[in-house]
């Protein structure tokens, strides 16, 4: 299993492609770069190429590679005129990429054919915001880009043009967020829930904590898996697992740990029985057995931030 791992780092490795050998418990690093606070990474696979687009700051830029023969072979950049990205997301049938900035609350759209760049466009909210996330609403050709500063999802055309907004209780912070038959979910990093939104009428029709007892945590992210929420807790150092009925409603089942301390983004592996955790403040990354919830690989990585399968 091979897996892109992208961190904090900026005078060290910040973007690595690993090898991973989940029966003899083996890590091989294939190769290295040196970006600055490359904190998330997308990739994709066309025409039998696999793509891969982090950025690097100081100055910003979006950079795109691909991989041959285990290593990253540099395509293009493009300068981003503002002072960081935080969330990237492909739509692999426009050829679009949109993204995100936490520290300018800004959010762009750039087209992308072969690894190439064109066409950018950046925009800002009217008041000073703090953009986190891209939600991909294919369905109506819309993103959905979350402002934790206001606690409001914005809703844009594939233009990013504006269309509507759905707002949430103040100072819940939502964070991160993913769209699932007809319905937003979205995990808030104040007050650590879990928002689930009927995204037609723009109501929101369920709040549930993501936290197994009482303590301090924050939200990070989260994902679907069959009739499954996963989310993951920095504080509880966990992933809280939901049930999910026929409405789309959730029941908090139980929580595993993440085997590390403050899990930042996660990903399920390629074949669905694992889960891949960046543990930021422990320097590690951990491979999960989803059957059994038991950690079945650990290795070190300097404040790892985003994960993307190869």
Request: proline share 3%; aromatic share 12%.
């Amino acid at each position: 299993m091979k897996v892109i791992i992208s961190g904090y780092g900026n005078d060290i490795d910040s973007l690595s492609l690993f090898d991973l050998d989940l029966e003899n418990y083996f890590v091989d690093i294939k190769d290295s770069l040196i970006l600055n606070q490359a904190s998330y990474v997308i990739s994709y696979k066309e025409h039998n190429t696999t793509y891969v687009i982090t950025y690097t700051k100081d100055p910003l830029k979006l950079v795109s590679y691909y991989i041959f023969r285990n290593k990253f072979k540099k395509i293009d950049e493009i300068n981003i005129p503002y002072l960081s990205l935080t969330h990237l997301l492909y739509n692999k049938k426009e050829h679009i990429l949109f993204g995100c900035s936490y520290k300018d609350g800004m959010y762009l759209k750039v087209n992308i054919n072969d690894g190439y760049f064109s066409n950018l466009i950046c925009r800002e909210n009217d008041k000073p915001s703090l953009c986190h996330c891209v939600i991909g609403i294919d369905k109506y050709r819309e993103v959905g880009i979350i402002d934790i500063k206001n606690d409001i999802i914005n809703i844009y055309d594939y233009d990013l043009n504006y269309k509507r907004s759905i707002n949430l209780p103040k100072e819940v912070g939502p964070r991160h967020g993913i769209f699932h038959n007809n319905k937003l979910y979205v995990i808030t990093e104040y007050s650590n829930e879990i928002y689930v939104i009927d995204y037609k009428k723009n109501k929101i029709i369920q709040n549930i904590s993501t936290l197994s007892f009482p303590v301090k945590s924050y939200g990070a992210t989260l994902f679907i898996l069959n009739d499954k929420l996963y989310a993951s807790n920095r504080g509880e150092e966990s992933i809280a697992v939901f049930n999910m009925d026929e409405k789309g409603l959730l029941k908090l089942d139980h929580a595993m740990p993440c085997y590390g301390n403050h899990p930042r983004h996660m990903i399920l592996s390629k074949d669905n029985k694992y889960i891949i955790s960046c543990n930021k403040n422990s320097n590690t990354v951990t491979v999960i057995d989803i059957k059994s919830e038991k950690c079945v690989l650990t290795f070190d990585y300097f404040e790892p931030s985003g994960v993307a399968n190869v």
